[in-house]
């Protein structure tokens, strides 16, 4: 296993596109996190599966952000109608509950760019 | 909600001298702190992590204090050296929230050769 892994790296966007961004998390985890993280920021908790099943949702969430994670393996976050203060790092990240380090493995993250 | 305080924003020490890093948090169900180091272009990185039930937890070089009551963790690292150069962001979580976590601000530390 190679930890996790998150697609695309960078994206650059024009406003009012559509992006759907990829994570696939280490294979026997069965928590998934999503964060944002802005320039000198620490990361901020979006959102998190337990399997399949999205347990919470920040107010950070608009109706324009979705995320997925369909028969409980890797997840997807879209952002519709994207707007220049959604530029940031979005992370994913992953982790083992209960039985594992209630620490969190990050990937890389994707870099968001709204232009 | 939970909120995690981190002081500094910026540490620079020369090689070889130790660093401090504070934090305090203000949801008394925390009851979960880990540190996590951040480089250039990579997500964090777990470095270490105490639970509420313990003061002091230490692994090699870095080492991790927690006052419940005073709701103030930190981290130590000593003998510094130049590969430390990160920024270090400490967090708080809980059980009751899925271990959802909140973090710091984040420190920049320099260490300087």
């Known amino acids: 296993d190679t930890g996790v892994s998150q697609d695309p790296r960078h994206k650059i966007t024009k406003r009012g596109q559509n992006v759907t961004f990829r994570c696939d998390p280490i294979?026997?985890?069965?928590?998934l996190y999503w964060y944002r993280q802005t320039l000198g920021q620490g990361p901020e908790f979006l959102t998190y599966?337990?399997?399949?099943?999205?347990?919470?949702k920040s107010r950070l969430l608009s109706d324009r952000f979705s995320a997925e994670r369909p028969k409980g393996s890797f997840s997807t976050l879209e952002i519709q109608r994207t707007e220049q203060g959604d530029s940031a790092m979005y992370l994913c990240?992953?982790?083992?509950?209960?039985?594992?380090?209630?620490?969190?493995?990050f990937g890389s993250g994707t870099r968001l760019t709204v232009v | 909600g939970e909120n995690v305080e981190q002081h500094p924003s910026t540490l620079s020490v020369q090689e070889g001298d130790s660093a401090v890093i504070k934090c305090t948090y203000s949801?008394?169900?925390?009851?979960?702190f880990p540190w996590y180091k951040q480089e250039l272009g990579k997500g964090p990185q777990l470095i270490i992590d105490?639970?509420?039930?313990?003061g002091e937890k230490k692994d090699q070089r870095i080492a991790v204090t927690l006052n419940k009551t005073a709701k103030h963790f930190s981290l130590h690292i000593t003998e510094t050296q130049p590969e430390d150069s990160a920024v270090y962001f400490c967090?708080?979580?809980?059980?009751?929230?899925?271990?959802?976590?909140?973090f710091g601000a984040g420190t920049r530390l320099f260490v300087k050769a």
């Open positions: 105490i639970r509420s039930n313990v």
């Open positions: 949801d008394s169900a925390s009851n979960y």
């Open positions: 294979s026997e985890h069965n928590r």
């Open positions: 967090a708080a979580s809980w059980s009751t929230g899925g271990f959802k976590t909140i």
């Open positions: 599966f337990q399997n399949e099943a999205q347990l919470e």
């Open positions: 990240a992953s982790s083992l509950h209960p039985g594992g380090s209630y620490g969190y493995t």
